[in-house]
């Protein structure tokens, strides 16, 4: 008898340790596509906080995982600096409206930081091939001197 009952407390332990989150809430919902997601609810009425040794437990309230990135606000070069198309297929072209490029270049980036091309800019407009790179977002980072002048997001469509 001492083992049914220790087995059926050990069922109704696991069972509650292994239910999924959720949340009491009068609606809501959740979107997903390939630039991104939204998750949203409305109404919840039970919450509740928790505190224990290095963390905090918030039942009741929509939390979901947030990615930020942070992009350098830049001082105006003086100069336009563009990129087009945006989003790209094939090739872009960096258009920089300035009459010396003594030691510009541009860089592109994945998101991972990854460094993926690096080539001197030596005209009015360049071209950028992303025929080979796989759809995806792109950082591209305009250089004088080694010092960054402007900073693009890139998207490479099919």
Do not use: C
């Not at 979107?31 to 963390?55: C, M, P, Q």
């Not at 995982?65 to 942070?70: E, H, V, Y």
């Not at 009015?124 to 002048?149: D, G, M, W």
């Amino acid at each position: 008898m001492k083992h049914i009952t220790g087995l059926v407390l050990l069922l109704a332990i696991s069972h509650g340790a292994l239910s999924a989150q959720q949340v009491i809430a009068a609606t809501g919902n959740h979107a997903a596509s390939s630039s991104g997601s939204v998750s949203w609810t409305i109404g919840e009425s039970i919450t509740k906080t928790l505190t224990g040794t290095g963390s905090i437990l918030t039942q009741g309230f929509h939390q979901t995982s947030l990615t930020i990135t942070i992009m350098n606000e830049l001082p105006d070069p003086g100069y336009p600096v563009t990129v087009f198309p945006n989003p790209v297929s094939f090739n872009a072209k960096l258009r920089i409206e300035k009459e010396k490029f003594t030691k510009m270049e541009y860089l592109l980036y994945d998101m991972n930081g990854t460094l993926l091309m690096r080539k001197p800019v030596e005209a009015i407009e360049t071209e950028i091939p992303f025929s080979t790179l796989l759809p995806a977002t792109y950082i591209l980072r305009i250089t004088k001197n080694l010092i960054e002048v402007k900073t693009f997001k890139i998207i490479k469509s099919h």
